[in-house]
T-cell receptor, first 112, second 113 residues
Framework: DAGVIQSPRHEVTEMGQEVTLRCKPISGHDYLFWYRQTMMRGLELLIYFNNNVPIDDSGMPEDRFSAKMPNASFSTLKIQPSEPRDSAVYFC??????????FGPGTRLTVT | GENVEQHPSTLSVQEGDSAVIKCTYSDSASNYFPWYKQELGKRPQLIIDIRSNVGEKKDQRIAVTLNKTAKHFSLHITETQPEDSAVYFCAASGPDSSYKLIFGSGTRLLVRP
C-alpha cells in the first residue's frame, strides 16, 4: 500500500485566493482526519470523517474552511478566502483502529 | 475540553543515556494513548501506544507507562542513539470517541553523540 497520499506537497498562494488540499486515505481505512500543524498551536485536529460522513468538525477554525469526502478514497480541505494566518502544514491521516492514525506526508501551505 | 500537557518541551541527553517524556491528560474517559515521533520536515509516525487496560508496554528500547489514577503517562527511551533525535508527541483519545486524538505540545529530543 502506498500509504496516505496528499497533494500538493507545497502550495504558495496569495491572500484571498481559494486553496484546495487533497487526500487519498489508505484503502480499507474508514476514518479520515485532517490536522493542521503550526509552531504556535502545535498539532490540531480540524475535522474527521467516518465512512465518508463528517463526525466532528469542531476544530475547523471558521467558515472559510470546509471539508468534503465524496467517496471512500478521496477527501478535500478547502480554504476560501485564504489568509496569511492559514500558513501551516496540513496533514491528512486515516485509520481503521481506534485512535491509530497513519499520517500522510503533509501539504505545506504558505499564504502571502 | 480535553487537554494534554507534555513536559519537557526540550530535552538534551548524551548518547547511551535514557530519556523520559511525561504527559498528563484531563479527561478520565480517555482510553487510548499513542506516542508519535516526527523528524524534521517529515510526518508524525506512531512509535508505540497503550490502552487503558494496560499499565506498561515495551518495544525494544522504548516503553510507555500509564497511571490512570493520576492521569499521566510517560515515554521512556533507553540507550538513546543520535537517530532518536526528533520531536515526540503524546496524545490521548478524546472524551467522546477514541478515534479523536488530542495532542500534547511536543518534546524536542536531542541526542548528543
Amino acid at each position: 500500500d502506498a500509504g496516505v497520499i496528499q497533494s500538493p506537497r507545497h502550495e504558495v498562494t496569495e491572500m484571498g485566493q481559494e486553496v484546495t488540499l487533497r487526500c487519498k486515505p489508505i484503502s480499507g481505512h474508514d476514518y479520515l482526519f485532517w490536522y493542521r500543524q503550526t509552531m504556535m498551536r502545535g498539532l490540531e485536529l480540524l475535522i474527521y470523517f467516518n465512512n465518508n460522513v463528517p463526525i466532528d468538525d469542531s476544530g475547523m477554525p471558521e467558515d472559510r474552511f470546509s471539508a468534503k469526502m465524496p467517496n471512500a478514497s478521496f477527501s478535500t480541505l478547502k480554504i476560501q478566502p485564504s489568509e496569511p494566518r492559514d500558513s501551516a502544514v496540513y496533514f491528512c491521516a486515516s485509520s481503521s483502529l481506534p485512535g491509530q492514525g497513519d499520517f500522510g506526508p503533509g501539504t505545506r501551505l504558505t499564504v502571502t | 475540553g480535553e487537554n494534554v500537557e507534555q513536559h519537557p518541551s526540550t530535552l538534551s541527553v548524551q548518547e547511551g543515556d535514557s530519556a523520559v517524556i511525561k504527559c498528563t491528560y484531563s479527561d478520565s474517559a480517555s482510553n487510548y494513548f499513542p506516542w508519535y515521533k516526527q523528524e524534521l520536515g517529515k510526518r508524525p509516525q506512531l512509535i508505540i501506544d497503550i490502552r487503558s487496560n494496560v499499565g506498561e508496554k515495551k518495544d525494544q528500547r522504548i516503553a510507555v507507562t500509564l497511571n490512570k489514577t493520576a492521569k499521566h503517562f510517560s515515554l521512556h527511551i533507553t540507550e538513546t542513539q543520535p537517530e532518536d533525535s526528533a520531536v515526540y508527541f503524546c496524545a490521548a483519545s478524546g472524551p467522546d470517541s477514541s478515534y479523536k486524538l488530542i495532542f500534547g505540545s511536543g518534546t524536542r529530543l536531542l541526542v548528543r553523540p
